[in-house]
């Protein structure tokens, strides 16, 4: 076993639990450098069929003799990748630990990809994958060379992996990272490096496996709280993490985050706030859009219209153009045209029918303070308005954890179904169910529902504004119900 062996040196990848959307990214980076790819996952989805078309070899059987005969023929030069949902007693991962293969997390893989290149890794409870693939986006529509490995599908460009090799490179000038004059490729002071962008996990502490040039912090509510015990430690975790970005790189941080900071790193704070370096000032709804200016350090920069609805996307921007305009100084004409033409990222307020009668909305909220931030949003765009909830709570750890926080924010509803606990990676916590969860909520419009009934009670009270919310398999039910919409709203007309 050679875990400090460069990753494209292998002759082959296999993926344990290859359909997950972190994971994903990575077998689709592999099979564009032309590595051989192949992987288990438990059952068949949308991803793991675009990954087959796309040339990856994928078995939904976890028994050994499920591995493929190249694999096991050839261990020694085969780099073993794996997802921290699979159960300890997966057989394959058993067979593979007593051959001493090379089995490797994926924020390995992801911090060994990230050293070739100039990494910037966004970290947060909340916000990471609608910030950094923000960021992507904007990279794209400023003709800069970069690979990105996203924690959710790009509405704009429908993949979790993006890649741009026309462009231009990025040059990080001396060691300040303060420049990105593109035009000037000849800088003896230069160099040219090609930028990855990703999220910088904290579940597992991930992200204590990158090294990132830029770091952006969007949040640190309380999450996790099964790995990491305490509040406090949770906290502390994030203070590592800027300890671990390079000697005088740079830090976007959201301006309400008093954590202490190492000080040879650039910090700039962003938010709504005056007091914020990076402020979005007299933010205001226009047509539906959420427009704003920017400012940085009370001097107006320029105004933009964001793409996405909700204070808590205007607070997503800010971070990317605190990276992309404060540290990278791409073009603000182009930054402009880039925040607002952004879709965002599927399952992150997504709109899945939409018409003068209906709106629903698809989320991947699974937090308290998510929940809180999507409902205060759609109640800003759709004032005065009833708005039903489907939520399925994620992890048995977490509805414990934050159970009175997700009371409180579902009582802002004025309906709520409330699905099934979606168990993930554990097992079931004695008397943590679904219906303790009910009982907690003070709004009385509230009933337990599973994906039939749910569908059943959309047919007969047709709400205008449903919510879809969890991070789940409840995305099993949203084109079904998106389906129904179109029925329910043709009757309508």
């Given at each position: 076993m050679n875990p400090a062996q460069n990753i494209r040196d292998y002759n082959q990848a296999y993926f344990l639990g290859i359909g997950g959307i972190g994971m994903s990214a990575i077998a689709r980076y592999f099979l564009q450098i032309g590595l051989p790819v192949m992987g288990y996952d438990k059952t068949p989805t949308p991803l793991t069929k675009a990954l087959e078309r796309?040339?990856?070899?994928?078995?939904?059987?976890?028994?050994?003799?499920?591995?493929?005969?190249?694999?096991?023929?050839?261990?020694?030069?085969?780099?073993?990748?794996?997802?921290?949902?699979?159960?300890?007693?997966?057989?394959?991962?058993?067979?593979?630990i007593d051959q001493k293969a090379t089995i490797l997390k994926r924020s390995e893989v992801l911090g060994q990809i990230a050293r070739g290149g100039y990494c910037i890794a966004v970290a947060g409870t909340h916000g990471k994958t609608t910030t950094s693939t923000l960021i992507a986006h904007l990279l794209y529509e400023c003709n800069i060379n970069f690979t990105a490995f996203l924690g959710g599908i790009s509405a704009n460009y429908n993949t979790n992996y993006l890649r741009k090799t026309d462009g231009v490179n990025y040059q990080a000038r001396g060691s300040n990272h303060q420049s990105g004059d593109t035009n000037n490729q000849s800088s003896s002071s230069s160099e040219a490096k090609e930028i990855i962008v990703l999220e910088a996990d904290e579940f597992d502490r991930s992200f204590h496996r990158l090294n990132p040039d830029l770091a952006v912090i969007t949040a640190i509510d309380p999450d996790h709280l099964d790995i990491y015990g305490t509040p406090e430690a949770f906290e502390q975790a994030f203070i590592e993490f800027t300890h671990l970005i390079q000697p005088n790189g740079g830090l976007m941080i959201q301006e309400n985050l008093k954590i202490e900071i190492t000080p040879n790193v650039k910090t700039h704070t962003y938010g709504l706030d005056i007091s914020a370096n990076y402020q979005a000032h007299n933010v205001h709804i226009n047509q539906g859009d959420f427009c704003f200016t920017l400012t940085r350090d009370q001097r107006e920069i320029a105004p933009f219209r964001c793409g996405l609805p909700g204070h808590h996307n205007v607070q997503n921007a800010m971070a990317a153009l605190g990276i992309c305009q404060g540290f990278l100084k791409l073009p603000i004409e182009l930054l402009q045209t880039g925040i607002a033409n952004y879709k965002g990222a599927k399952r992150r307020f997504e709109y899945v029918h939409k018409s003068e009668n209906f709106v629903v909305i698809d989320d991947y909220a699974h937090h308290p303070e998510e929940l809180n931030a999507i409902i205060g949003s759609v109640r800003t765009l759709y004032p005065n308005q009833m708005i039903t909830g489907i939520f399925q709570p994620h992890l048995f750890s977490r509805t414990q954890d934050f159970a009175q926080g997700f009371a409180n924010s579902l009582s802002n509803l004025d309906h709520i179904w409330l699905m099934d606990i979606y168990p993930a990676r554990e097992k079931p916590i004695p008397g943590i169910t679904s219906e303790w969860l009910l009982n907690m909520i003070s709004n009385p419009n509230k009933t337990l529902v599973n994906p039939l009934t749910a569908l059943q009670k959309i047919e007969s009270a047709k709400p205008k504004i449903l919510l879809i919310l969890g991070a789940g398999d409840i995305d099993q039910i949203v084109q079904p119900i998106a389906n129904l919409y179109l029925k329910i709203d043709a009757l309508t007309e």
């Open positions: 796309e040339g990856a070899v994928i078995s939904y059987n976890d028994q050994l003799e499920a591995l493929p005969m190249s694999v096991i023929n050839d261990i020694e030069n085969t780099l073993f990748i794996l997802t921290p949902a699979i159960p300890k007693d997966h057989a394959q991962w058993i067979w593979l």
